[in-house]
């Protein structure tokens, strides 16, 4: 099904001509419709307003002119009433589905309540005609009628007219083919006008798809650089960004020996290799609700509870890490030479913004995310390492072996925990739900 860009590519006017039909293919021009509607409905009411208002008013002038009759009058109050009713209709929810055809019936209903008082009336035939010339040409401009139903209203009421001034009028012939021509002329300006301000309103709306078609795609690439909270505020404030976490859990992955590995292969199998390991890991990020920060080289760096807090964001950083680890095996099925995965996590405190206007980017600092990076550097291979803050928040959900005191670049001595599993009598974290 063709979608706006391929309509407007199609239908672009070609040597000054408007080569732009008045429908578009399937969905779109139902959703044309509906705006279309949704942008007419006050007109509509102006218009019946204004269609009651006249009607009321000269049945009035009709009340102090003694030479007009009572049928007069009931004509001209009968249709204010039946247009009434149309005006209280456009308030319901179920007048913009069928906005066209109930708006063509009530300017059809005005046409013939004119032609009525024009038989009637023994006294101002000229003027009743010229206000079938101002229904016509509102017909076609003001109650914003498409072109088919603006002609079928201008028809009928033209055809209308000559059957009654024939059957039932008095009027002579001169007389009627005069009216005629005015009627003929109003209708061939009308159908110019319509075509051409329906044409112009399809185009618009033919842009406004574009338009948001093309936001769509930006606020999707926006979206594989920054957390949606994030790209929310800075389109709204427009302006560098950071905030402190209180607590919040960093992982990092890394493949071991991968420098080895990709020493021994081409430059396209080495990112073809981590491609297919880090899409497993970006879905796997989808399903733990968990931030994904950045790659740099085969490091694979990952944050919970920023930049939208959450009580159980080691939990979730923890089913990550332990999916990431089935994951790679599931992987090394295929493979001869098996990947070993170094995890490294620590629960602490950060500070996370986005730095630079161009190529900008979401980033974490702080000593947690030093922390868990040294985790990963000093871990083992296919091994969760966490630091005792970590172990601190998992113990009573999860398996974890002390690894003892070890030596820390940077860092010292420190008592540090492999993660080997889930305890077997633990509730499902809500993270993985």
């Not at 309509?7 to 040597?15: F, G, H, I, Y």
């Not at 931030?291 to 490091?299: C, L, R, S, V, Y």
Request: overall charge neutral; charged content about 20%.
């Amino acid at each position: 099904m063709p979608g706006p860009a391929a309509v407007l590519s199609e239908n672009r006017p070609r040597a000054g001509m408007h080569r732009l039909t008045l429908r578009f293919p399937g969905d779109l021009e139902s959703r044309f419709m509906a705006e279309y509607a949704r942008e007419s409905v006050g007109q509509v009411r102006i218009g019946l307003v204004v269609a009651v208002g006249l009607f009321v008013i000269f049945g009035v002038i009709d009340m102090l002119t003694p030479e007009i009759g009572t049928q007069v009058l009931w004509f001209r109050y009968g249709v204010a009433a039946l247009l009434l009713l149309g005006l209280a209709f456009t308030f319901s929810r179920h007048f913009e589905p069928v906005l066209q055809g109930a708006t063509a019936v009530c300017a059809l209903i005005t046409g013939l309540g004119l032609i009525a008082i024009v038989l009637v009336e023994p006294v101002g035939r000229d003027f009743h005609h010229r206000g079938l010339l101002l229904l016509i040409v509102a017909a076609y401009t003001f109650i914003r009628l498409r072109l088919v139903y603006a002609t079928g209203v201008a028809l009928l009421t033209t055809i209308s007219y000559n059957v009654a001034e024939l059957v039932i009028g008095d009027s002579p012939l001169r007389a009627v083919l005069r009216t005629d021509l005015y009627l003929v002329t109003a209708i061939v300006i009308g159908m110019v006008a319509c075509y051409g301000m329906e044409f112009y309103t399809r185009r618009d709306f033919v842009q406004r798809q574009l338009l948001k078609a093309e936001e769509a795609q930006v606020e999707d690439l926006l979206l594989n650089v920054l957390p949606q909270s994030v790209c929310d505020r800075l389109k709204r404030e427009r302006a560098w960004m950071a905030e402190s976490f209180s607590e919040a859990t960093i992982l990092f992955a890394d493949i071991a020996h991968f420098t080895e590995l990709a020493a021994q292969v081409t430059a396209e199998e080495v990112v073809a290799l981590l491609n297919g390991v880090f899409s497993a890991f970006d879905e796997l990020v989808e399903k733990h609700r968990v931030e994904k920060i950045k790659t740099i080289g085969d490091a694979y760096m990952v944050a919970g509870g920023v930049p939208v807090t959450r009580p159980d964001h080691a939990e979730a950083v923890a089913e990550l890490a332990l999916d990431m680890l089935d994951a790679v095996q599931r992987l090394n099925v295929v493979r001869d030479e098996p990947l070993r995965l170094r995890l490294g996590m620590h629960t602490g405190p950060v500070v996370a913004g986005v730095i630079g206007t161009k190529k900008f980017s979401y980033d974490l600092w702080g000593d947690a995310v030093n922390t868990a990076s040294r985790m990963e550097s000093h871990g083992l291979a296919d091994a969760i390492h966490v630091t005792r803050s970590t172990y601190e928040r998992l113990r009573h959900r999860y398996v974890l072996q002390r690894r003892g005191p070890i030596e820390v670049k940077g860092k010292g001595e420190m008592v540090t925990y492999l993660l080997l599993g889930r305890r077997p009598d633990a509730p499902a974290p809500a993270a993985s739900a």
